[in-house]
Protein backbone atom coordinates (compact mmCIF):
# COMPACT_ATOMS: atom_id res chain seq x y z
CA UNK A 1 0.00 0.00 0.00
CA UNK A 2 1.07 3.74 -0.22
CA UNK A 3 0.23 6.72 2.17
CA UNK A 4 -1.35 8.94 0.55
CA UNK A 5 -1.58 12.92 1.41
CA UNK A 6 -4.67 15.46 -0.03
CA UNK A 7 -4.24 19.20 -0.16
CA UNK A 8 -5.46 22.03 -1.99
CA UNK A 9 -9.29 21.59 -0.18
CA UNK A 10 -11.22 25.03 0.41
CA UNK A 11 -14.34 27.31 0.20
CA UNK A 12 -15.00 28.69 -3.35
CA UNK A 13 -17.90 30.75 -4.85
CA UNK A 14 -19.99 28.89 -7.36
CA UNK A 15 -18.39 28.97 -10.84
CA UNK A 16 -15.11 29.20 -9.03
CA UNK A 17 -12.15 27.10 -9.36
CA UNK A 18 -9.83 24.67 -6.92
CA UNK A 19 -7.10 22.46 -7.49
CA UNK A 20 -6.96 19.39 -5.40
CA UNK A 21 -3.46 17.41 -4.82
CA UNK A 22 -2.87 13.91 -3.88
CA UNK A 23 1.00 13.27 -2.80
CA UNK A 24 2.51 9.44 -2.06
CA UNK A 25 4.72 9.32 0.54
CA UNK A 26 7.64 6.48 0.96
CA UNK A 27 7.51 5.22 -3.17
CA UNK A 28 6.09 6.29 -6.62
CA UNK A 29 2.92 6.08 -8.00
CA UNK A 30 4.27 3.52 -10.75
CA UNK A 31 2.10 0.60 -11.60
CA UNK A 32 -0.87 2.55 -9.50
CA UNK A 33 -4.36 4.22 -11.09
CA UNK A 34 -4.80 7.08 -8.91
CA UNK A 35 -8.74 8.04 -8.30
CA UNK A 36 -10.97 11.23 -6.58
CA UNK A 37 -14.16 9.94 -4.51
CA UNK A 38 -16.26 12.44 -2.78
CA UNK A 39 -18.45 12.37 -0.48
CA UNK A 40 -21.40 14.63 0.43
CA UNK A 41 -23.15 14.73 3.96
CA UNK A 42 -25.35 11.83 4.49
CA UNK A 43 -24.88 10.23 0.85
CA UNK A 44 -22.27 7.66 -0.38
CA UNK A 45 -18.77 7.88 -1.61
CA UNK A 46 -19.18 8.13 -5.15
CA UNK A 47 -16.39 8.01 -7.88
CA UNK A 48 -15.31 11.51 -9.37
CA UNK A 49 -12.41 10.43 -11.76
CA UNK A 50 -8.95 8.75 -12.21
CA UNK A 51 -5.79 8.13 -14.31
CA UNK A 52 -3.77 5.67 -14.31
CA UNK A 53 0.16 6.40 -14.08
CA UNK A 54 0.99 4.64 -16.57
CA UNK A 55 -0.41 5.31 -20.00
CA UNK A 56 -2.40 8.31 -18.39
CA UNK A 57 -6.16 6.61 -19.44
CA UNK A 58 -8.62 8.67 -17.74
CA UNK A 59 -12.12 8.40 -16.58
CA UNK A 60 -14.70 10.72 -14.90
CA UNK A 61 -18.16 10.80 -13.63
CA UNK A 62 -20.45 11.98 -16.01
CA UNK A 63 -21.42 15.13 -13.90
CA UNK A 64 -18.22 16.55 -13.95
CA UNK A 65 -16.96 15.73 -17.42
CA UNK A 66 -15.61 18.66 -19.05
CA UNK A 67 -15.77 20.77 -15.46
CA UNK A 68 -12.97 18.59 -14.22
CA UNK A 69 -9.21 17.10 -15.53
CA UNK A 70 -7.25 14.93 -13.48
CA UNK A 71 -3.08 14.61 -14.60
CA UNK A 72 -0.33 13.25 -12.98
CA UNK A 73 3.54 15.03 -12.45
CA UNK A 74 6.20 12.48 -12.30
CA UNK A 75 8.32 15.00 -10.71
CA UNK A 76 6.34 15.54 -7.94
CA UNK A 77 4.58 12.46 -7.64
CA UNK A 78 1.79 13.82 -7.53
CA UNK A 79 -2.04 13.65 -8.78
CA UNK A 80 -3.98 16.64 -9.52
CA UNK A 81 -7.64 17.17 -9.76
CA UNK A 82 -8.43 20.59 -11.31
CA UNK A 83 -11.81 21.79 -10.84
CA UNK A 84 -13.69 24.48 -13.27
CA UNK A 85 -16.93 25.52 -12.90
CA UNK A 86 -17.74 24.38 -9.17
CA UNK A 87 -21.14 24.03 -8.19
CA UNK A 88 -23.49 23.44 -4.90
CA UNK A 89 -23.57 20.39 -5.52
CA UNK A 90 -20.23 19.54 -5.75
CA UNK A 91 -19.38 20.33 -2.03
CA UNK A 92 -18.47 16.96 -0.29
CA UNK A 93 -15.43 15.84 1.48
CA UNK A 94 -12.86 14.62 -1.32
CA UNK A 95 -10.80 11.64 -1.12
CA UNK A 96 -7.57 10.36 -3.18
CA UNK A 97 -7.11 6.54 -3.70
CA UNK A 98 -4.52 4.36 -5.61
CA UNK A 99 -4.88 0.78 -6.33
CA UNK A 100 -4.22 -1.57 -9.17
CA UNK A 101 -7.81 -1.63 -10.97
CA UNK A 102 -8.22 -3.25 -14.26
CA UNK A 103 -9.45 -1.24 -16.73
CA UNK A 104 -13.19 -2.06 -16.25
CA UNK A 105 -13.32 -1.05 -12.34
CA UNK A 106 -11.29 1.67 -12.33
CA UNK A 107 -14.64 3.83 -11.18
CA UNK A 108 -15.07 1.28 -8.19
CA UNK A 109 -14.15 2.06 -4.65
CA UNK A 110 -13.52 -1.66 -3.76
CA UNK A 111 -10.40 -1.62 -6.45
CA UNK A 112 -8.58 1.12 -4.53
CA UNK A 113 -6.89 -0.32 -1.37
CA UNK A 114 -4.62 3.22 -0.33
CA UNK A 115 -7.07 5.98 0.74
CA UNK A 116 -6.24 9.44 2.00
CA UNK A 117 -7.89 11.19 5.20
CA UNK A 118 -10.30 13.32 2.78
CA UNK A 119 -9.99 17.28 1.95
CA UNK A 120 -13.21 19.56 2.40
CA UNK A 121 -14.52 21.32 -0.80
CA UNK A 122 -16.89 23.85 0.05
CA UNK A 123 -19.11 25.58 -2.94
CA UNK A 124 -21.31 28.04 -1.10
CA UNK A 125 -22.16 31.90 -2.31
Known amino acids: QVQLVESGGGLVHPGGSLTLSCAAS????????VAWFRQAPEMERNFVAAIRWSGGNTAFEDSVKGRFTISRDYAKNTVSLQMNSLKPEDTAVYYCAAGRPIVSEMTKMRAYGSWGQGTQVTVSA
Open 26 to 33: GRSFGGYA
